[in-house]
């Protein structure tokens, strides 16, 4: 039968996590329109219809909710308080009239003005999605779960989950406390949390190249057990070859150029050992689901997003192959999927 109110409690989480987000996404959009009127995007691609769109976030909350049931984790517990996420959903508001500003200016470059920015490559001191300070700044850090979650109707969470699922498979039949993973641009550490309340005798590390986002990470993994945070680059990560058992990454891929997609993937192949896994959840890319490339086409329209186009066209299976990652499984996600490879 299974843990029904676990199953319970996680689609009833997720149903209002969507009913507040999807209202914030709209409050946002209408905002938007308002500071910052501009014609509307038409792609040439198809675009799903809102119907379509609908079934998919159904069909992800409930894939979520019967993971729960059947035990591969339990159910979602919130981090933070009511009061802090209502003044960070206050602060992007306020934060609104700088970013479309931005915008309509095309000015990607508020990061490169930041302290942190020379210690950084090019491609990242940025403003990816327009973002104050792109990922240097703490506002940047403090404001990204509540727009990545406005932004995908509250399914953000959910859609990072899908990735529990190789992982628990991967872990049938051994011992979690002899097991390390690493998540790779780990950002604010919601994954890692995630995997920290499925498995809290497994040893975890998080990289990423920014300090205020690892600042993040660390609060919202209180109390639970900490992971290492390690603030570095995922082309050369401080780590031995052979070290890790899982490798996830989570939405990282679309935001590297083409050449350091491939050195991380490198990295990835080098620090994991013979027989680890590898779970990568990014963005749909094109043809992925043909009826849905107008979407693919209009993101990095709306957001700045630099290496988009070229990540929704790049040949994944190929750069992972080429690194010594063996397919093992690859499923769609609402707008994402998660594809599972091993080491040769
Ligand atoms: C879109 S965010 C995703 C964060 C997180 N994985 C999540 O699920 O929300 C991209 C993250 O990649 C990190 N990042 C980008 N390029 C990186 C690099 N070369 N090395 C390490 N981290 C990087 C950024 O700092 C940011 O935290």
């Known amino acids: ?70 035990g591969l984790y339990p159910p979602e517990e ?12 206050r602060a992007m508001f306020a934060d609104l009239p700088a970013t479309l500003e931005r915008r309509q200016s095309e000015d990607t470059l ?20 327009f973002q ?11 404001l990204y779960d509540v727009q990545v979650e406005t932004l995908f109707y509250g399914a953000a969470s959910a859609m990072r989950r899908a990735g529990l699922k190789p992982i628990a498979a991967f872990l049938r039949g051994r011992d979690q406390r002899a ?9 604010t550490g919601r994954f890692l949390r995630d995997i920290r309340l499925a498995y809290p005798g497994m040893a975890l590390t998080g990289l ?21 945070l390690l603030n570095a680059n995922a082309e050369a990560m401080p780590l031995p070859d052979e070290s890790q058992d899982i490798v996830p990454s989570v939405f990282l891929f679309h935001e590297l150029p083409g050449a350091v997609r491939r050195h991380v ?56 192959a080429e690194a010594g990652l063996e397919a093992e499984d690859t499923s769609l996600a609402f707008l994402s999927k998660v594809m599972a ?3 040769a």
């Open 265 to 320: 993937t490198a990295e990835i192949a080098r620090v994991l050992k013979p027989g680890g896994l590898f779970v990568f959840i990014d963005s749909l890319q094109m043809r992925d689901r043909p009826r849905w490339d107008g979407l693919i086409e209009a993101f990095p329209v709306r957001f700045h997003e630099p290496y988009f186009a070229h990540y929704a066209t790049d040949d994944l299976e190929t750069i992972f």
């Open 179 to 187: 097991c390390a993973l690493l998540d790779v641009a780990c950002g």
């Open 341 to 343: 490879r091993r080491k």
């Open 78 to 89: 919130p981090a933070g308080s009511l009061v802090r996420h209502l003044s960070d959903v």
């Open 110 to 129: 508020s990061a490169v003005l930041h302290a942190g920015a020379t210690d950084v490559p090019d491609y990242y001191a940025q403003d990816f999605h």
């Open 1 to 70: 039968m299974g843990d029904t109110l676990g199953m319970a409690t996680q689609l009833a989480g997720n149903a209002v996590r969507f009913g507040w987000y999807s209202g914030l996404n709209w409050l946002l959009s209408r905002e938007s329109r308002r500071l910052a009127p501009r014609p509307r995007y038409v792609p040439q691609g198809p675009v799903p219809s809102e119907a379509e769109l609908m079934a998919d976030l159904r069909a992800l909350f409930l894939a979520d909710a019967a993971a729960v049931r059947d």
């Open 208 to 228: 990423d190249l920014s300090q205020a986002y690892l600042d993040e990470a660390q609060r919202h993994l209180k109390p639970l057990r900490p992971a290492t």
């Open 132 to 142: 104050t300070g792109g990922y240097l700044s703490s506002e940047s850090a403090r």
